[in-house]
């Protein structure tokens, strides 16, 4: 170059520029690639993946979200598309066990991580293993139809669902494989189970409902009080009680041994005399129908046999052969009387309805199987005959009457009854408010704040109020056998305290008092005091227990690895992951 240029004119530099490199790329190649995103952003349905190969080919490939350690690789990268895959894989996880927990970039990350430890042990996942990871989930499902299955989760064929699934229980395996690791000692299984089996002791006071009856007997209801009741207060068991029964009148076309003498019924009926076979058949198909003794001895057939029924097997057979036959010469719009006539039987009629209880006890068609009739629709014969005492008929409802309440206006002093009882629960909830709130407290005490007793307030508040205590001394929060009381079986209360304190003991202070408590029988309401807690003596541990004991504290080390070992910080520790997130990701 001249040195007469001008300085003005460009210098070329000493030092050669570096070559670009292959992932970069043009403005003007960039813009048109940006216009054509937005143009495919507008035409199609833009999918993850495909804003991921969008990515790539704008930035020049996926961006490095962090790095990990992983044994056997060294150092290897977390990028876009592998935390876009591990994000859909978790979120499908989680839809899938029904967890609600929300999910951030670290729980990704996290998610990631276990997914490269996969890659890197070349875990497989047998098919079989599969197989039975789906028949387990339908079978939890209750969904027979395997296309259904998959389907509910969003997936069009068995393939992808089989895939996603095998993915997913790749993760499992590497988390189970990470949680190999846990051996809890015997000093963390037995501070476990003393924490398990924590102890406490508890004063109580008890209000029960029949304290209350004649408190309740001199009650008068307003008519509208019993009214509201009526329509809104009745109890199940109660408005069963109330309740009209159900009823049918009906009709039935009865043919006795006699009738199928006459010259009316030789014309249609079959009198031939039934083969061993045909007696066999009716009377297996009809013994615990029809043939019962009245009282069996102990020990005896409860049926009579055969040979005890004698004529009478052979006469039933025949009757109800002929009973059969008449039900196919019934024509729909025929009359039944008429019909009746013609053929030569009764025209038995039930006009009132008959409740269902004494359906069974009517004179000659009297069965339980006239139950049936409340099934079927009035004026449709019922299917097949029934038998009676030397006779066999066809029989149809002419009216159902449902079961349903009495008006009102019928049932005021049975409604009165039922409403006092239940004062006398209301009596007994009151109660226990008022001696709850007639507890001393300190002047300085804080509505909200727990009342707290020492044993001897606590004795006197109930002799004040004329009741008796009782009192759990130093009882399992949850039941261990080797030490429970053995309380009688008609003891409802102790158990039920037990369950009811033992799981809020954590938050409970010694001295307090808790208030009030519906116990599980109806109306029964109690004030306790929580007496003291202390942990169960791991001195006094039984043989016996120290399994359960190794189980519990394996139990709690898993839960605890599962909540922290595979989450972001566990990891972080363990593969040391470090992030790379810059401004522009």
Known sequence: MSPAKSKNQPQQSATPAPAASASTMSSRRKWALIVLVIFMLLIFSVTGPMFDAIGSVITGGPAVLATAEIPGRGKVEIRSDEYYAASRLLAWENRLRGSQAEVDDDDILAYATLMELANELELQVPKRSVVGQIQGMMSAYQIGEYSEFYRRFGFRNAIEFEGQLAALMRIDMVRTLLAGSIAPTTADALRVWSERYEEFALDYVVFRPDEFVEAAAVLVPEEEA??????????????????????????????????????????WAD??????????????????????????????????????????????????????????????????????????????????????????????????????????????????ALLGDDLAFLVRPIRIQERALPPFEDLQVELTDLWRKGQQRVLAEEATKAFRDGLPRPEDAVEGDPVQLDAAAFADAVRAADRGSGNLAWISRVPRAVTDPRWPVDDRLSPWLRSRVGGMLDDLVENEILAPLE??????????????????????????????????????AAQEFYESGVGFEGLSRAFDIRKQLNEEN
Do not use: C
């Open 271 to 384: 009198a031939a005399e039934p083969t061993e076979q045909e007696l066999d058949g009716h009377y297996t198909f009809n013994r615990f129908r029809y043939y019962l003794r009245d009282e069996p001895a102990e020990g005896q057939d409860p049926t009579l046999s055969k040979e005890e029924l004698g004529a009478r097997l052979a006469q039933d057979f025949v009757l109800n052969r002929a009973a059969e036959r008449l039900a196919t010469l019934w024509a729909a719009d025929a009359d039944v009387a008429a019909f009746a006539a013609e053929k030569g039987v009764e025209h038995l009629v039930f006009s009132e309805p008959i409740p269902a209880s004494q359906l069974a006890d009517l004179e000659r068609v009297g069965q339980p199987d006239l139950r049936r009739l409340l099934r079927q629709a009035p004026g449709a014969w019922l299917n097949g």
């Open 226 to 267: 019993l009214r509201t009741f009526y329509d809104e207060g009745l109890g199940m068991v109660e408005r069963a009680e109330l309740e009209q029964e159900e009823a049918v009148a009906f009709e039935a076309l009865v043919l006795t041994g006699d009738a199928l003498g006459t010259e009316a019924a030789k014309a």
């Open 519 to 556: 116990s599980t029988q109806p109306g029964v309401w109690v004030v306790a005091r929580l007496a003291g807690k202390r942990p169960a003596d791991v001195t006094k541990i039984w043989p016996g227990e120290v399994d359960t004991a190794r189980s519990l504290a394996f139990s709690q």
